[in-house]
Structure formats: C-alpha cells, structure tokens
C-alpha cells in the first residue's frame, strides 16, 4: 500500500512539474521563483523550453537590472501558434526602466526554433566591447518581434559582424520584425544572413520599421541574403546615423528579393574619409514585384572627409524602382558621387531613378557616375546641382559621356529629358526641405500619395526628392549674414544680409527686424525689387557695436505687404566671439593643446596667434578643424617657449597625435611630436598652409603607411611645408596618395630635414603638382 501511493504523489509531482504554461506571469527580480514569477529571464526560459505552452503566455517583467544570459542551444518552446503566442514585456505599472544585460551575448540562440515570440519594451545591453546584445545562429525562427525596445551595443571599435547589437545568420525560413525599437553602439545595429543550401524556394521575410540606429561603429545594417536565397526586406521609417569608423555605412544590402522595400528611412553615414549612405547590389526585383527604393534620404555630411563619399549606390539590380530620394554629398574629393549607378549588360532590365534631388555641395563630386547599358535604366525628372548651382557633373561611362551642363547630359547620355539642373535652396544641412521655385512641381506623378514625413504629396505634380514641398507667391530671407562676420574684430561694427527672395513673384518690400541678447527687436522697412530666385545686399545698420558673446537674431516680416505663408528660414541666429589676436601661453592661458583649439575654432582669429607651450610632455591627440578669420595675415601658430625642440613634447600612442582636419595657415615650430603606434601627423581633412618647421618628429616601429607615418596625408591640402625637422623613425616619413590625375594637391615644400630610420618604407609623395 505504501508502495502505491509513493507511486502515484511521484507521477501527481511529475505533472505539476512540468504543467504547460498559459496565462499572466512575472518576471521580478526582488522576489524568488515560485507561482507565477520568474527572478530572472533564464528561469523564464526554462520554464518554457521545458514545458511548451498551452494558450498564450505573457510576462509582465518588472523594473529593475536583471544580470544574466539566456543561453538557448538546439532548443525550442512546444505549443506556440499564431494564437498562442509568448510576449515578454514591460509591465504597465513600471516607473523605471527594465534592463537586462550580461557581460556577453544576453541572449544566445544557436540552432534555436523560437517562434510566435515577442519582446517588449524592455532594455538589453551588453557591457563587452566584444559581444553581441542578442545572437541567433541558424534555427527556425517564425514571428519572432523586438519593438519598443532599446538596445546597447558594445563599445567597439572593431568592424566584424560578430560584434553587432542584433546578429543573425539563418539557414531555415524565418520571419524577423524589429519594431520602434532605439539601437546605440556595436560594430553594426543590425546583421543578417540567410543561406538555406538545401532549399532556395523558402521565402523568409525581415521588417526593420521606425527604429533609431545612432553611434554604430561601422555599418548601421548589414543584409546579406546570398544570391539565388529568398528574403523579403522591408526598412522603412528608420533614422540612421552614426558610423565612428573613418568609412561607415548606413545601409548595406546585397540581393534583395523581389518586394523588397526600403523606404522613409533618414540616412546620415558620415566618416572622418568618407561613406556609404545607401549601397545596394543586385536587387531582384521583377517586373510584378520590383524593389522599391523611395521616399529616402541619403547624404554624408561631412564636408571635411578626405575620401570618396556615396550618396546612393546600386549596381547590377533589376527593376529596382528609386524614385523620391534626395542624395547629397558634402566634401570636394573628386571621386565621391551622390549617386553610383552601375548597370552593364541587357540582363539589368527595368530600372528607373526618376524624381530625385542629387547634390553635390561643393565643385569636385560627381552628381551622377553611372555605366548604363541601353534599356537598363531610366533616368527621367531629377534634380541635379552642384555646390548650389545650375552646374552639374554626370558621368555614363557605357557612352563615353561627361557632362557639366544638363543639355550635354541629355543628349550625350540619352536620358533626363524632363529633368531640371538648378539649386534645390535646402533649408540646412540638418533640414533638407528645398526651397527652389526651378524644381518645384517637375516631378513625374508616379502614385505616390504621400513623403517621408507622411505629408501629402501631389498625386499630379509631384515633388522631387523625399520633402514634398510648396514656394509661396510672397517670401522674403535673410539668405545669409554678412556683416558682422565672424569672428568678431574690431571693424565689425556694420549689420548687412543678403536678403533672398525665394518666392514666385518680384519682392519689392518687407520688414527686417534685429536683437540683441533678446532684446527689443529694432525694425526697419526695405523697399526695392529683388526677382524670384535672386538676392541683394542690404546694410541694416551703419555703426553698431558688438561684443564678445552677443546673441544676434536677424529676421524678415511681411514680403510684398502680405503675411509670410512659409516662415522657414526666415530667421538667422547665432553667437558672436570676439577673435583671437596676439601671444598665448599654454598651460598659463590654454591648460593643454586640445583647450587651445576649443578656443580657436570657437572663436576665430584676428590677427596672429601664437601659442607657446611651457616645457614638459603634454599626452594628447588633438585634430585641427576649419579656424573662421585665418588667412596669410591672420596665421595660428604652436611653438616651444623656450624654442628648443627636445623642451615641449607631444605624445600618444595611437591613431595620431597632431591631426589637420580643414585648419588653414597654421604651424607647428621647434616641438617634440612623438606617437609610440599611430601617425605622428595627419591630414584627414583639406587643409592649406600647413607648416611644421624646426620639430622632432618620432613614430612607432611599424609596417603601416597610412597608421604609422610621420606625416600620413589623406586630405587634399595644397601648400603643405616640412622643413628644417629631424624625422625619425615610422613605418614611412612621408606617405600620401590623396588626390587624382585632376584633383592634384599643388606645392609641396621639403627641405632642410633630417630623415632617419624608417621601419618599413621612405616615402610615397603622389598626385603632387609643385614639389621642391
């Protein structure tokens, strides 16, 4: 008797054991394991992996810091449906937030099927500078959601795929949604790759919606379906910046399937050398299902990167669709281009780039390089400038054409025939709605009903680009400030504009009102005529005294007498500095090198400056941007108090110590510059006048021309001087191979040095015109 009832508690305890979960429970790390909670994810995971589910599930996961990692190998979670799904998210009544976080790979799912499961609300992160925030390795992974979600990376920088927030590489169908979810960090925001050997008829999709991706090391996504493999994305709504890398991606995809869609997405890729906003190779779209490219930007906003910058990249595709996209570019290295289009044979059928904005804003850039066999694109109601203009530069290298006016592009490349080559006037680098009256209204009606800020767009006459946007009749700004300009010196003492007319019709009056640190507004009425699409001088005030710190706010009221229908830009607002003049000391004045160059940049020059830097060894790597106010009678430079060179020294030992990235007219005299594993100098930027004179320049005992030189040139600076130096040891003293057969750095000066002890290589001084 007592043998069968030991019997049957046993089997009454096995049931209670392992009871299929169904309903409400917690996850809450203040309270222990029992009933309906779980202290932490593992337990929860366990509980399902050995269980199943048997209706629903949802955990309700309290607010606190969950320490821990969910390791999930060859598993799964029995009895999940469409109906009976697994939701954990943060519960309602949280004030704070829930994070779960580990050292290493919070969540780790290899040859895992987790399917019908979401994620919401909560904060995942790692604390490795080598890791994943959630990994998934092959498995079966159907319905699987993150939304609402925020997710932090590793603080790396590394550019492998291994380190990515979100890393998933699948060989069996899946379908992934990533949500309004917030991604910082890792070496990408998002990596994927799908490769089924055995079977290419799945079809897999991945949604990657309204998700903000910012401060990636590399690339912000990372899709890889290999070529024959069927996976649908859709990437839409996203904004995507960030890349710490020298030359970062927004969006990199390889293969989209038929369906495809990347859309509404906001992409800023900007590197100290260059970026890719978008790139994208071989879509296959089909004639019933293209891959739609629109209502996108994609620009690189770093007007100082040294190297080639892409706006849109696409090649070899077929019926890929790329309508309203704007796509800028900023810097003037000559081999950037706002859009690539590479399409070489009759198999790349049915592609269009129809209603775009691309820009290039500075002379150098390509606006379009493409290679079009016949019938493999179409190019038809594009807006085209560069650095503002009616200029542009288009390249078809299938007819041999380049052409820097529209009508030589039309004819010589057959395409454009409705396209418009002018100025798009955006409102701002970080506001890219035009402005211009010339493209307004040009583009093709194509059904687009809406743009990327679900604004309605006209279904007849359309805008180009992502900004639908209107030109009102009567429109007055103050274009740009000309007067007082910075920095602030003492002939400052006049208030001019360029007042613009960006409206339809003549401007023949307004009102132009000015403050002071908010003060009361002091108006004036201009009358005169400005035509559409013109500007004038103006002088507000003959003699007015500024000082150093004033707030200036300058804006226009009532042009032609009517209320301003459209206020944007209508308003100029900004600090003014006193500028830099005269002898500094460092560490008296300036503590180190870095505040000196806060101050300059800041501020502006003058007149010279010189800063003289007290004995003793200052560890800092210091870049150099643009100075407001240098020129040949307003230099800046740093130099040894005592004017000995083995007195002050500057050291660090990686990257570089001293980095040029856009100063001009400055100079480095009679100091110890020492790196122990990067460049000791730099060039990143395009950067003039540039001297170092009388230094003991000292590298690392590398290999590495382009990380461990003396003076590594990456920039396209003109007028750089090296004379009178010891130059010892680096991988190379000299080492620079910036610039192109048409884009030449001009006049370099090197002489009176001592070289000594390179490593690896001497020099390499190339596309050079002027060397002595």
């Known amino acids: ?102 050292t290493s790979y919070p969540l780790y799912m290899y040859n895992t099927n987790l399917n019908n499961v979401s994620f919401d609300g909560l904060h995942m992160k790692t604390s490795s500078t080598y890791s994943s925030v959630v990994y998934m390795y092959r498995g079966l992974h159907t319905n699987l959601t993150w939304e609402n979600c925020t ?29 309004n979810n917030t991604f910082t960090g890792g070496s990408h925001s998002i990596t994927y790759y799908y490769s089924d050997y055995y079977n290419y008829t799945n079809t897999c999709s991945v949604v990657i919606e309204d998700n903000v991706m910012t401060d990636y090391y590399y690339r912000g996504m990372y899709l890889y379906n290999y070529s024959g493999y069927r996976t649908k994305f859709t990437v839409t709504g996203n904004e995507i910046t960030g890349g710490g890398y020298s030359y970062p991606y927004g969006i990199m995809c390889y293969y989209a399937d038929d369906g495809s869609e990347f859309s509404y997405n906001n992409v800023n890729a900007y590197g100290t050398n260059g970026g890719y906003a978008g790139y994208f190779y071989q879509a296959y779209g ?33 019926y890929t669709k790329m309508h ?13 281009r706002a859009a690539y289009l590479y399409f070489t044979s009759s198999a790349y059928q049915g592609n269009e780039f129809t209603n775009n904005i691309v820009v290039s804003d500075q002379t150098g850039p390509y606006t379009v390089y493409a290679y079009i066999y016949p019938n493999a694109l179409v190019m038809d109601n594009n807006a085209y400038s560069v650095n503002g203009g009616s200029e542009i530069y288009n390249y078809n290298g299938y007819t041999g054409t380049t052409a820097y006016n529209l009508s030589t592009w039309q004819s010589g490349a057959s395409q454009d025939a409705n396209s418009v080559a002018d100025g798009p006037s955006f409102i701002s680098s970080a506001n890219l709605t035009p402005q211009s009256a010339t493209i307004n209204n040009i583009g093709d009606a194509l059904g687009y009903t809406d743009d990327i800020n679900l604004q309605t767009r006209s279904t007849t006459t359309p805008d180009p680009g992502a900004i639908e946007f209107s030109v009102p009749t009567n429109n007055a700004q103050p274009g740009s ?80 007498g009517v209320q301003d229908s459209s206020t944007l830009a209508d308003t100029i607002s900004l600090t003014l500095w006193e500028g830099m003049s005269g002898t500094y000391a460092i560490p008296a004045d300036y503590t180190t090198i870095a505040d000196a160059r806060d101050a300059l940049e800041t501020k502006g020059v003058c007149d010279d400056v010189i800063f003289n830097i007290a004995a003793g060894t200052y560890n800092e790597s210091v870049s150099f941007g643009d100075i407001s106010g240098v020129s040949e009678a307003a230099t800046v430079t740093f130099q ?133």
């Not at 309203?324 to 950037?336: G, K």
């Not at 001592?754 to 015109?769: A, R, V």
């Open 324 to 336: 309203h996209n704007t796509i800028r570019v900023s810097n003037s290295y000559a081999y950037s």
């Open 640 to 772: 040894s108090a005592s004017g000995a060179w083995n007195s002050a020294t500057i050291e660090y030992s990686n990257n570089y110590t001293i980095d040029f990235a856009g100063a001009d007219w400055i100079t480095f005299k009679n100091l110890k510059v020492m790196n122990g594993s990067g460049n000791v100098f730099r060039m990143s930027g395009s950067s003039d006048h540039v001297t170092v004179d009388g230094c003991w320049a000292k590298g690392a005992t590398g290999t590495s021309t382009t990380s461990q030189s003396l003076f590594y040139m990456q920039g396209v600076g003109h007028d750089l001087t090296l004379t009178n130096n010891r130059l010892e040891r680096g991988a190379s003293w000299f080492y620079s191979t910036s610039g192109g057969t048409t884009s030449k750095k001009m006049n370099l000066t090197i002489e009176d040095n001592e070289i000594k002890n390179q490593t690896y290589y001497g020099s390499l001084i190339y596309y050079f015109d002027g060397v002595e």
């Open 481 to 560: 400030l000309v007067t007082p300009d910075a920095p602030l010196c003492d002939n400052d003492t006049t208030l001019s504009i360029m007042l613009a007319n960006p409206g339809l019709v003549a401007l023949t009056s307004c009102s132009l009102h000015y403050s002071v640190n908010a003060g009361t507004p002091v108006s004036t009425a201009w009358t005169g005529s400005i035509a559409p699409s013109n500007d004038t001088l103006v002088v507000m005030e003959t003699s007015i005294n500024f000082d150093d710190g004033d707030e200036l706010m300058v804006w226009t009221t009532m042009p032609n």
């Open 151 to 179: 997710f932090t990376g590793a603080n790396t920088s590394s550019t492998s795929t291994s380190y990515s927030i979100i890393y998933g590489y699948f060989n069996s169908p899946h379908n992934v949604v990533f949500s």
């Open 286 to 318: 089909t004639s019933a299902n293209p891959v739609l490219i629109y209502n996108n930007i994609f620009q690189v906003d770093a007007p100082n990167s040294s190297y080639t910058q892409y706006g849109l990249y696409n090649s070899y595709g077929y």
């Open 1 to 102: 008797m007592k043998k069968i009832l030991l019997t049957i508690t046993a089997a009454v305890l096995a049931s209670v054991g392992f009871a299929q979960l169904s309903g409400t429970y917690t996850v809450n790390g203040g309270s222990a394991t029992g009933g309906t909670n779980y202290q932490t994810f593992a337990a929860a995971f366990s509980a399902l992996t050995s269980n199943g589910v048997s209706g629903p599930v949802t955990f309700n996961c309290i607010e606190g810091t969950y320490n821990g990692q969910v390791y999930m190998s060859n598993a799964s979670i029995s009895g999940t449906s469409t109906t009976n799904t697994v939701t954990f998210q943060a519960d309602a009544g949280n004030t704070n937030e829930v994070l779960w976080q580990h």
